[in-house]
């Protein structure tokens, strides 16, 4: 039995579940389509993120199986095992405003787990003394190689003409402290919007931009690896 129910997803569409009975029980399932529609939507499962969703999911009684959320319950428990079913959908897809909400951290971890699965070494939270003298804090560093020179990586998880000028400033005043062939990359969460112009005044100050929906091309893993 296929049922409608009257909240609505990340898509704005409507949620629809599964119910099956078998003797005295019942079997609550949602088919995948939860997880699925975080995937789509650009929800990276990570540890931190799995961990939420394993919290989540115990507070209901819910099980994952593969990408299927499911939960059993007794022939006369329907009411308040639906009830407790639709709850778990609902926190389980607000994981995707959570990750808007807090965006940048999640940005981060986003960046952290892509570094691991390409094994692409670096240290974490770094930071430089500048020019003028102020500290200037960058996400990543990854050490230079027989080929490739020193490059410090930021995140920027909403790309403003704002954020690119303060990235700029902050590059230009870490810069003379550095190795001349040291080189600045700013990865661009372009699930946000990128401003007009953004990656262009990156590169007018030989700085790299990565869009974030880029980051698998050839040329930028060269770039970020040794």
């Not at 609505?8 to 078998?22: G, R």
């Not at 407790?84 to 787990?113: N, P, W």
Request: glycine letters at 6%.
């Amino acid at each position: 039995m296929r049922l409608t129910l009257l909240f609505l997803d990340t898509d704005n569409d409507y949620f629809q579940i599964y119910v099956k009975q078998e003797g005295n029980e019942l079997y609550f399932s949602d088919d995948g389509y939860t997880i699925n529609s975080l995937e789509i939507a650009g929800f990276t499962m990570t540890p931190n993120r799995r961990k939420q969703l394993s919290s989540i999911l115990g507070q209901y009684g819910v099980q994952l199986q593969k990408k299927e959320l499911t939960l059993k319950a007794p022939t006369n428990q329907f009411a308040p095992k639906k009830h407790a079913f639709v709850q778990c959908l609902l926190h389980v897809s607000d994981m995707y405003m959570t990750s808007r909400t807090k965006a940048g951290s999640f940005f981060l971890e986003d960046i952290q787990y892509f570094f691991q699965k390409n094994e692409i070494y670096c240290m974490e939270n770094v930071q430089f003394t500048g020019k003028s003298g102020f500290s200037h804090n960058y996400d990543f560093a990854i050490q230079r190689s027989k080929s490739k020179p020193e490059r410090l990586c930021l995140a920027i998880n909403n790309p403003t003409k704002t954020a690119m000028g303060n990235a700029i400033f902050a590059w230009g005043d870490t810069k003379p402290s550095r190795r001349n062939d040291s080189q600045l990359i700013v990865f661009l969460n372009d699930s946000n919007n990128v401003g007009k112009g953004i990656e262009e005044g990156f590169q007018s100050y030989d700085v790299s931009p990565i869009r974030w929906s880029e980051r698998l091309k050839p040329e930028n893993i060269s770039l970020l690896t040794a």
